[in-house]
């Protein structure tokens, strides 16, 4: 597969291509996962996709979409009957990494569960964003200072207590979660790791068997395994796996503005065949940053910023001069993004 037959297929596999409005819980059930340690620029991302703000808004309010670590140790956007089984395969994983950071943080794990307790209480007269928790949290003389309360909120979404997503005064704030969803185990976990390659395949492919298990944290064996047993499904291309019934990716694309940790740029080991080698370091500089990307056929061509305010302005720095028609497409998307932004409830 070339280069360019990938690019192609990616991005239409993303949702990228999309002209028309898309309903939010679709979106997100192609994408799987929308890493979201910032809300906002995980709406950005399915306003990529087209999804309309007020309807992203809504699905986030309602409960369609919930927020939680999941993928990585990571929060995630996901639709909420993807939660349980994404949960169940990915927080055993990371609890042993939150349990370490707790107590290199000074709460040691009776005071973790202590903690649990209050905000399961707390929680019971309906949702509050960090800082409320932390308050109640520190009254009853648990250590929440430096990321002690980031974590404590970790330990509850990975027990399946809370997740993250309503809106309140414009922010995403937690709730309980009173259909905790039980552990996989045995034939229950295969079919689930296999109904995993399935769809992160459907959302990502082509794509080998190392990009599945660095995007969900799953192990190559779990992987490997759930590829055979959809051995009928698929087809291979050398380490590349995809979809068998894949439809042909449309032959243009669409310029569009992707926000910082777009899926587009995190949902396989490398991002070489979005990102230029020689403009690498201008859009993933190191420390955990991954910067707003401007793509035109595909590539990123280069990164842009939001200012909000009264009115969102939005600011793109190519990597290099543009054509015409390119800024002229380019600065379309930014009049999307802010009448998008105008649009937000926060």
Do not use: C, K
Not at 83 to 105: D, F, H, I, S, V
Not at 134 to 154: C, D, F, K, S, Y
Not at 296 to 321: H, M, N, Q, Y
Not at 323 to 341: C, H, M, S, T
């Amino acid at each position: 597969m070339t280069p360019d037959e990938l690019r192609r297929t990616r991005f239409a596999a993303q949702g990228l291509a999309a002209t028309r409005p898309r309903a939010p819980a679709d979106v997100v059930r192609t994408l799987l996962g929308v890493q979201a340690q910032d809300v906002r620029a995980a709406r950005l991302a399915l306003r990529a996709r087209r999804a309309p703000a007020a309807e992203i808004d809504r699905a986030l309010t309602d409960g369609t979409l919930v927020v939680s670590w999941l993928m990585r140790g990571t929060l995630h956007l996901v639709h909420r009957d993807d939660y349980p089984a994404l949960w169940a395969l990915t927080a055993p994983a990371a609890l042993t990494t939150n349990q370490r950071r707790l107590g290199e943080e000074g709460v040691p794990p009776a005071d973790a569960d202590r903690a649990l307790t209050i905000i399961d209480q707390a929680l019971d007269d309906g949702p509050l964003h960090r800082a409320e928790l932390a308050q109640v949290v520190n009254a009853a003389g648990v250590r929440t200072e430096g990321q002690a309360m980031p974590h404590i909120l970790m330990l509850a979404a990975l027990r399946g207590r809370v997740v993250l997503g309503p809106l309140r005064d414009g922010r995403a704030a937690f709730v309980r979660n009173r259909d905790r969803p039980p552990p996989l185990v045995g034939e229950a976990r295969a079919a689930a790791v296999t109904d995993l390659v399935r769809r992160y395949l459907h959302g990502h492919g082509p794509a080998t068997a190392a990009d599945l298990a660095t995007w969900s944290g799953l192990g190559l064996r779990d992987v490997r395994a759930g590829v055979g047993a959809l051995a009928g499904e698929l087809r291979e291309d050398g380490d590349l796996i995809d979809i068998a019934e894949r439809a042909a990716a449309p032959a243009s694309a669409p310029a569009r503005l992707l926000p910082a940790f777009d899926p587009y740029l995190l949902g396989w080991r490398e991002r070489s065949f979005a990102v230029p080698d020689e403009h690498r370091t201008r859009v993933h500089p190191g420390g955990g940053i991954l910067r707003a990307v401007a793509t035109v056929d595909r590539t990123a061509v280069g990164t842009w910023t939001l200012r909000r305010g009264t009115r969102p302005t939005v600011r793109i720095e190519p990597f290099e001069p543009l054509a015409p028609e390119v800024e002229a497409a380019l600065n379309d998307e930014a009049e999307d993004v802010v009448r998008f932004e105008s649009s937000a409830a926060y």
